[in-house]
């Protein structure tokens, strides 16, 4: 749901605030999205993902893929753990854009 081959947007480090940014480009594996629910259980894994668990992927990442870049990583990584609490939002703002890619959402 956020990579498709170019996490956090390429050398930027960042996730833009674009209703479709980050969406799978073949609308057609959305076609059974009816509402919100069909989202789950992933929606409710990602809103409750344990702190932890992140702070440990972050000490595991080999200091020479982040080299320079360590606050930036930080900082990304603080604002992803911070955003999953509006997905719910940033789900409902797709349907809002003219290419709705949820067609059949009730």
Not at 5 to 11: D, E, T
Not at 88 to 105: D, G, H, S
Request: glycine share 4%; aromatic share 14%.
């Amino acid at each position: 749901m956020i990579d498709h081959g170019f996490a956090f947007n390429g050398p930027n480090w960042d996730f833009p605030d674009a209703p479709l940014q980050g969406l799978y480009p073949r609308r057609l594996v959305y076609e059974s999205v009816r509402s919100l629910d069909d989202f789950a259980p992933w929606l409710d894994q990602t809103m409750h993902f344990p702190e932890e668990v992140m702070d440990q992927a972050w000490k595991a990442i080999p200091p020479e893929w982040i080299e320079d870049e360590e606050d930036a990583v930080a900082q990304l990584l603080g604002r992803l753990f911070e955003r999953r609490k509006l997905l719910p939002e940033l789900i409902a703002a797709c349907r809002q854009v003219r290419t709705n890619p949820f067609p059949n959402w009730r």
